[in-house]
């Protein structure tokens, strides 16, 4: 199953799983658990993708934040000779004030000036000494973390996770489909989705352009929006039978669906009703439609 010139990378040990499950003999348990360590694999993947593009932003951004730390320094230092000279010059209007008492006009008018300059002087200082407490950037770049979560890899990791898979959409592609796997170039089914979009793009409708386009050897295609916006719209029941008739009527837009163990479900419980699914979503407060299967 393994190439001797490929290393065991994670994208070569699911094509292997993939390659065991279509052998004659194997039973049903045991393709689905093979399929459960590739998905393992695969978000193993993605987890370290994640990692590698966190690292390459901070290694982006930090020169930047040290430049700026470099030039509020630099603010700071001038801030103080500031101050130092304003302190100057008003001993030197209080000397002239003593020596010559008669001329009142002036040194009042420079000490009036003096005072404006140091009420200035002194705000610039406060405002420069706040700067680093403010968070500056790292405040802007961390937006929708606390300041705990942002200190920890793996919680920023499973931010971004979320973040990717809640503009993502996944449609099922039937096999006899012009769209399915083999039969179109994937330059051909990116353009296909993007004639598709185009169909439900409307005033006031989100931006509807397409990130990223994957398609699975069985038929599975996620496309990754570049806002959750978009994929909100997309689910709108009107919009969406709209979508699924121009790119292939025969292909059916999924939720991502999660496997759960229900304990204590009631005897009386039949799966097969559909409006025994419907009085427990309406008993545990679940949105309607949530179970998509039991």
Known sequence: MAISSKPFSTNNLSDILFHVTQMPGV??????????VAFLLKEAAENEMADKVAKLILTA???????????????????LHL???ATKLQDIAKATTEESPDSTNKPSSINSQLEKMQEAVTSLGTQIRDLPMQGGYKAALMTGLNEDSSKNPQLVQRAT??????????????????????????AQLTEKIKQALATITKEGA????????????????????????AVTFLKDQHNKTTFLQALDPGAI???RAYTVIIQFVPLTFDPSKPEHICNLEKENEWEENSVTTA
Do not use: C, W, Y
């Open 27 to 36: 039973t049903l348990p045991v393709q689905l658990a093979i399929r459960s």
């Open 61 to 79: 951004v930090s020169p930047q934040i040290a430049k700026i730390q470099d030039t509020s320094e630099s603010i700071s230092s001038t801030a």
């Open 83 to 85: 101050n130092i000279a």
């Open 161 to 186: 996770r979320n973040a990717i898979k809640a503009r993502q959409i996944l449609i099922d592609i039937p096999t006899d489909s012009p769209l399915a796997p083999g039969k179109v170039s994937h």
């Open 206 to 229: 989100p931006d509807l352009e397409t990130r990223a386009v994957t398609q699975f050897r069985n038929g599975g295609t996620v496309i990754e929006m570049f806002t959750t916006q």
């Open 253 to 255: 837009l999924k939720d």
